[in-house]
């Protein structure tokens, strides 16, 4: 814990859910669901506005839908969020060089490496308030809330307490205080498990918990768990801000129509993808170690495996092979509607002796064709573009109709318009692709 207020933590509102308002004014101010569409989807997030009807993140799309049948329901734009994301991230950078990123809506700032004339608590408020503006500014309007205090556990709960749109400094000295009365669920590291254990002996709030000795904490939870938060009740926290190590990427990926399940198929969509991979490496004279593969389920929890080579490649049957093998340790049993491979861990040069000889090793072009369904091609929410009316996104489809709305960020609420789906002027739409950072 450090004697003044110079942690920050800042998390976007809503995020997905308001960039899709952003992205599509008739949705503005208006209840909207993201997530997973299907009969088995789950929610991502919701807006504010579908919130009051009690619709949360992780909840059945079904359920939402009982709850709020009059909302948005929408499938998510991944390449909207994350150049949001980039763009956030850029922001606080200009703050400090100290950011460490949690998630794509969400990073600590260290305010000890930002140049400021000193760390009061009017200085941190005023420069906390000037980063939500710029924010906005970068984002084209997103709202975050941010926190700031002594510790990075205190920042974060702090950009908790005035959620959307908040901003709250706890002053040095004022710690305890606050986290007394909270539930000890309040506590990273503090899972159901942990707080069943903890409820079992008496202790919910904070408070309770400072009152235990360290040795009852440790017989209960264990040396390194007990003393953890024996040190976490006293607002104890000294972990610092850890800014991410300089990545750059080189990915592709596809989504599908339908739910993908033979495996022929995917490891053939793989090894494709991975000689697009090694393509775009060899064009920008790039390499890399870690071979990364994504794959989306049907249920929309996305997953990413990694590994890492003894030394960087370009070579496009390496990257399919160590991208088969990755996939193979998933169960994709059920479905898969998005497949990546990407190489990461850059460097501008390739071990030449490594590949020089093995130019037949490549692998051939694999014959793949992916299924694709009319009925869900056009998924609700995804962008389009219409060869005379410009671009829009999916109201809705179904019976051989899409219905689309045509408006962007950039206009008003734009006119509703039925095609049918084989009509050859409609097209799903993309920003280019990109090398991208991170
Ligand atoms: P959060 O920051 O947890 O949530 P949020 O930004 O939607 O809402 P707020 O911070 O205002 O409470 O997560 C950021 C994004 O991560 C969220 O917009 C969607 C995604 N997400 C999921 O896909 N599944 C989840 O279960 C959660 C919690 C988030
Ligand atoms: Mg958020
Ligand atoms: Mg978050």
């Not at 004339?117 to 308030?129: I, K, S």
């Amino acid at each position: 814990m450090r004697q003044v207020a110079s942690v920050l933590h800042l998390d976007l509102d809503a995020f997905f859910a308001a960039v899709e308002q952003r992205d599509k004014p008739s949705l503005r101010g208006k209840p909207v669901v993201v997530g997973g569409v299907g009969g088995r989807g789950v929610v991502s997030t919701a807006s504010y506005e579908a919130r009051t009807y009690g619709v949360r993140s992780a909840m059945s799309t079904r359920e939402a839908r009982s709850r709020c049948p009059h909302a948005a329901f929408l499938t998510g734009r991944f390449h909207a969020y994350h150049a949001t994301s980039r763009a956030v991230m850029a922001a606080l950078r200009e703050v400090s060089p100290l950011v460490e990123p949690l998630s794509l809506d969400e990073a600590f700032v260290d305010l000890a490496a930002a140049d400021l004339p000193d760390l009061e608590v009017e200085t941190v408020r005023a420069v906390g308030e000037r980063l939500r503006a710029r924010v906005h500014e970068v984002t084209g309007g997103l709202t975050a809330s941010v926190g700031i205090g002594t510790s990075k556990f205190i920042a974060k709960v702090a950009s908790d307490l005035d959620k959307p749109d908040g901003l709250v400094v706890v002053p040095p000295g004022g710690e305890q205080q606050l986290l007394r009365p909270m539930h000890v669920t309040i506590i990273p590291g503090v899972g159901p498990a942990t707080a069943e254990r903890l409820r079992r002996a008496g202790i919910h709030t904070v408070a309770d918990l400072e009152s235990v000795t360290l040795d009852e904490l440790v017989r209960l939870l264990g040396r390194a768990h007990g003393g953890g938060l024996h040190a976490l009740a006293r607002a104890r926290d000294d972990r610092a801000v850890e800014p991410e190590r300089e990545t750059k990427s080189v990915s592709v990926e596809g989504t599908y129509d339908t739910d993908l399940t033979d495996p022929r198929l995917l490891a053939g969509l793989l090894t494709r993808q991975a000689g697009q991979v090694a393509e775009r490496l060899r064009k920008h004279g790039l390499s890399g170690r870690t071979v990364t593969i994504k794959v989306r389920l049907h249920d929309f929890t996305t997953l990413n495996r990694s590994a890492t080579l003894g030394s960087p490649t370009d070579h496009a049957p390496t990257i399919g092979r160590v991208a088969r093998t990755l996939l193979a340790e998933l169960d994709t049993s059920d479905g898969v509607r998005l497949l990546g491979v990407g190489v990461s861990g850059l460097a501008d040069w390739v071990q030449e002796d490594l590949f020089g000889t093995e130019e037949d090793d490549e692998d051939p072009e694999p014959e793949v064709e992916v299924p694709s369904s009319r009925r869900s091609a056009w998924a609700p929410g995804m962008d389009v573009v219409h060869a005379d009316l410009g671009r829009g996104w999916v109201w809705g489809s179904g019976r051989g109709v899409v219905t689309v709305r045509f408006e962007t960020a950039e206009t008003p609420a734009g006119p509703v318009r039925s095609f049918d789906v084989t009509d050859p002027d409609l097209a799903a739409w993309l920003p280019d692709e990109e090398v991208n950072d991170g």
